[in-house]
């Protein structure tokens, strides 16, 4: 954990890697400072309260430059540091920022920068794309906290 990576409390939530041997990932609440991005929140990882939660997002990776809007897309510029994950640990880390992109008001979608170049990254399935990233590409990767359907009753 990191010591600035705040209090686990506001409306703002991240996207961590939850407890547990399902490695789902979890949302958190975040409260961003002044002027901090939540893209900043989410490279400072779980803090010290959150026991058992991780972040697959490389400790040293920064933001190149502050996130920026276009439309409904969330544009976020990286160092070269999440170029050296690769398989499920890639594409967890892209998760991570795609669903905390996500949750801000507007944003659909999110092309990934690194050094201000455009990537080609993994989905799920293992496939790349060059265009902007959506939850879409991630199903199944984050814990709901909708409960089980009931089972059907049984006609008697």
Known sequence: AVASAGEASGDSRIYLVGPGDDRLLRSVARDPQTGQSMIDVLLAG??????????????????????????????????????????????????????????????????????????????????TTSEPLTIYDYPGMVRSAQPDYPSLPSGS
Not at 94 to 106: H, R
């Open 46 to 127: 779980p803090n010290d309260a959150e026991v058992g939660y991780a972040s697959a997002i490389p400790a040293g990776l920064q933001l190149n430059a502050r996130p920026r809007q276009l439309g409904t897309k969330l544009v976020v510029d990286v160092t070269p540091e999440l170029l050296d994950l690769s398989g499920s640990g890639l594409v967890q880390a892209l998760a991570q920022v795609v669903y905390t992109a996500t949750e801000l008001d507007g944003v659909r979608s999110v092309e990934i920068k690194v050094d201000g170049e455009t990537q080609a990254w993994p989905t799920a399935d293992l496939d």
